[in-house]
């Protein structure tokens, strides 16, 4: 029987629920499930209430930690699983401490990384861990376009994807079934969005709220009704963001918001997305933005700010189409920090927001059904599970065969110095 090819995965725990851990848990089931693959992983979060080992698969051995591990740990890790490859995914300022060891690792094996960056310009200030890794797989096409212009030997875009029998479009009796438990039969004729994001500033959640209420006072004006919804799945009081009930409150639009602060399961999840007639983000900046993904496949048109990897999502690549409503950016504020010293913020008027929910509402049910399906047929074909477990596969075995071959020609210092572009 031929030996497996050993992942070590850095990321957040393979079981966990958030974007990171659902994004990595689909990735090493495909892969495991390709029979030339085993994964061992350092499972990230904060704290766990369980520090045993965990085994999902015969190929899968989860070791939860308190953040994304240390030196030590992966040092014993490299010295006893030996493995083929080493796969970080998840924001690079978790990772330094892992480049800061390249030359330790790269003794033993590769480093691959899942990246994604918000927004432009290029960060010039991360090159240090682009030299240091020895493939880059970006699942943004922005971060793919700017990394692969100075990289493009060893960067790729693949896509994040959801399985399709977790999102997908319900039958009609059950959407309305649905539709009257969540939120009452005198919302069955509501035109209803969502918006399903972390209460924090970036992500403009009062924003969200202000726009709603000037969309309702403009639907009472025109068509002398507000049968109208928002559902905002977050934690209101996140204290990365605002009060959200004071808000709600100060727009008097108690009886038009929805809030939704419990953790769900994705097929709950799912039959939110089907109870809604579109989704919104218009986040300032974001790397891709799996909420809009999700609603999209669920059929549903969104509306999204064109940022980051939302931009991919909201407008077809292939015509130039959209899957509902772009909204280009009216301001760019290039902001930073001393660890990230530059990144674009992109705001888009409210005004223009709360054009965009008359418009679609204005299409009536038929049309943003069809708009809908064109956005689901869209996820299907561009953002396929498959395709993007396919492309890991092809790229990670590349990566392993080649370095097994180089390392019979050239010496690891040797190695190392190319990539860090020291010689030539």
């Known amino acids: 029987m031929k030996k497996k090819k050993k992942i070590l995965l850095l990321s957040d725990h393979l079981l966990s629920t958030s974007g990171v851990g659902c994004q990595s848990r689909y990735l090493a089931n495909?892969?495991?499930?390709?029979?030339?693959?085993?994964?061992?992983?350092?499972?990230?979060?904060?704290?766990?209430?369980?520090?045993?080992?965990?085994?999902?698969?015969?190929?899968?051995?989860?070791?939860?930690?308190?953040?994304?591990?240390?030196?030590?740990?992966?040092?014993?890790?490299?010295?006893?699983?030996?493995?083929?490859?080493?796969?970080?995914?998840?924001?690079?300022?978790?990772?330094?401490?892992?480049?800061?060891?390249?030359?330790?690792?790269?003794?033993?094996?590769?480093?691959?990384?899942?990246?994604?960056?918000?927004?432009?310009?290029?960060?010039?200030?991360?090159?240090?861990?682009?030299?240091?890794?020895?493939?880059?797989?970006?699942?943004?096409?922005?971060?793919?376009?700017?990394?692969?212009?100075?990289?493009?030997?060893?960067?790729?875009?693949?896509?994040?994807?959801?399985?399709?029998?977790?999102?997908?479009?319900?039958?009609?009796?059950?959407?309305?079934?649905s539709k009257k438990a969540l939120l009452g039969e005198e919302r069955l004729d509501h035109f209803v969005g969502i918006w399903i994001n972390r209460n924090a500033k970036r992500k403009r959640p009062n924003d969200v709220i202000a726009t709603w209420a000037m969309f309702l006072d403009e639907l009472e004006k025109k068509h002398g009704h507000r049968k109208a919804t928002m559902i905002m799945h977050t934690d209101p009081m996140d204290q990365e963001g605002p009060n959200l009930y004071e808000t709600i409150s100060l727009f008097g639009v108690e009886n038009n918001v929805m809030l939704s602060p419990t953790r769900c399961e994705f097929d709950q999840i799912n039959v939110l997305h089907n109870i809604s007639d579109f989704c919104v983000n218009i986040a300032l900046n974001e790397g891709f933005g799996?909420?809009?993904?999700?609603?999209?496949?669920?059929?549903?048109?969104?509306?999204?700010?064109?940022?980051?990897?939302?931009?991919?999502?909201?407008?077809?690549?292939?015509?130039?189409?959209?899957?509902?409503?772009?909204?280009?950016?009216?301001?760019?504020?290039?902001?930073?920090?001393?660890?990230?010293?530059?990144?674009?913020?992109?705001?888009?008027?409210n005004e223009k927001v709360a054009d965009a929910y008359m418009k679609l509402y204005e299409l009536g049910p038929e049309k943003r059904a069809e708009l809908g399906e064109k956005a689901r047929q869209y996820t299907l074909s561009e953002f396929s599970l498959e395709k993007t477990v396919d492309l890991w596969h092809e790229t990670l075995s590349k990566l392993v065969d080649d370095w097994k071959e180089d390392a019979h020609k050239v010496q690891p210092k040797y190695r190392i110095k190319v990539?860090?572009?020291?010689?030539?």
Not at 291 to 320: C, F, W, Y
């Open 30 to 177: 495909g892969l495991v499930q390709k029979g030339e693959w085993e994964i061992r992983q350092l499972g990230a979060a904060v704290k766990h209430e369980n520090y045993d080992l965990v085994q999902p698969h015969p190929d899968i051995v989860i070791k939860p930690v308190d953040g994304f591990g240390n030196r030590d740990m992966l040092r014993q890790l490299l010295a006893v699983e030996k493995p083929d490859v080493l796969l970080l995914f998840t924001d690079p300022r978790f990772f330094v401490w892992v480049w800061q060891m390249e030359e330790e690792i790269h003794q033993v094996c590769p480093i691959a990384y899942w990246h994604v960056w918000d927004n432009e310009p290029y960060p010039s200030f991360n090159g240090a861990f682009y030299h240091g890794t020895d493939l880059i797989n970006c699942h943004s096409h922005l971060t793919y376009r700017m990394v692969s212009e100075k990289f493009p030997n060893k960067t790729n875009f693949i896509p994040h994807a959801l399985p399709q029998e977790v999102f997908r479009k319900l039958p009609d009796h059950q959407i309305r079934e």
């Open 290 to 349: 799996l909420t809009t993904l999700e609603s999209m496949q669920a059929g549903n048109p969104i509306i999204a700010a064109k940022t980051g990897g939302l931009t991919r999502q909201v407008i077809d690549h292939r015509d130039g189409s959209e899957n509902g409503i772009g909204l280009d950016p009216d301001v760019r504020s290039l902001v930073g920090s001393q660890l990230v010293p530059y990144i674009y913020e992109d705001y888009v008027q």
């Open 419 to 424: 990539l860090e572009g020291k010689e030539n």
